[in-house]
């Protein structure tokens, strides 16, 4: 069982300065099943969020506007992906599609969609010979922030429940910070790689995929760890 969900006693004064805290964060990180799956999870979609935002900078770039133009656009793509998040929100359509799903399927659901836009970039850019449009680019690649805001993310939130404080309070702030930095620092550094390899556009888009595979696999993993914690959760509850 994953050490994260059990009880934990209260920290002394000597146990509460930082680096007994970070030492303990990443002590628990490592011991539990559960946190260096969601590590993992984050990670990856750090990952390929880095990947893809190097095209939509070059995509950006092509449209010849000035570097307050290009913010200003950015800037309204943003506004209206918020838009369509309160929305979701709002009318609890993203709650209704997390419960229809399952948390397993929820997991899941951001892993596929980002799979699903780059397959269809690539059909449009490679199969079809077309232009890979701005519009068509930021559509896919939005829908994937807006189902994280309005779906997945109370679905992850979610994971940390009934865990010991040191998981929640310690653990959490280095999942949630080194994960970014990992995935995006890891993202960067095989773009740059690549690039001296020869390798182009589409080699970036090959790695999302194979990111997303792999992110999908986590997904899976992570689910079945965290229902394997709530009966575990429930049957220290009965006894």
Known sequence: PSSAALPSPPPT?????????????VTTILRSNLLVTI????ALYASTTTLLSFRRAELVT??????????????QVQVASSVVVACMQISGLGGSLASALGMRGTLCLMPAIRFGGVVALAYWTWYLGADCDIGLFLLLDEATRVINFSVAKPVRESLWRGLSNEARYEAKPLVDTLANRWG??????LVSLAGRLGGGDGVNMAMVVGICCWWVVVAVNLGGVRRRIDRELEKNKDD
Do not use: C, M, P, V
Request: glycine share 14%; charged share 25%; proline share 0%.
């Open 13 to 25: 004064e000597e146990a509460d300065t930082f680096k007994a805290r970070l030492l303990r964060g």
């Open 39 to 42: 590590f993992t999870y984050n």
């Open 62 to 75: 092509r449209r010849g506007l000035t570097a307050e133009g290009n913010a200003a656009f950015l800037a």
């Open 184 to 189: 995006g620092g890891s993202a960067a550094f």
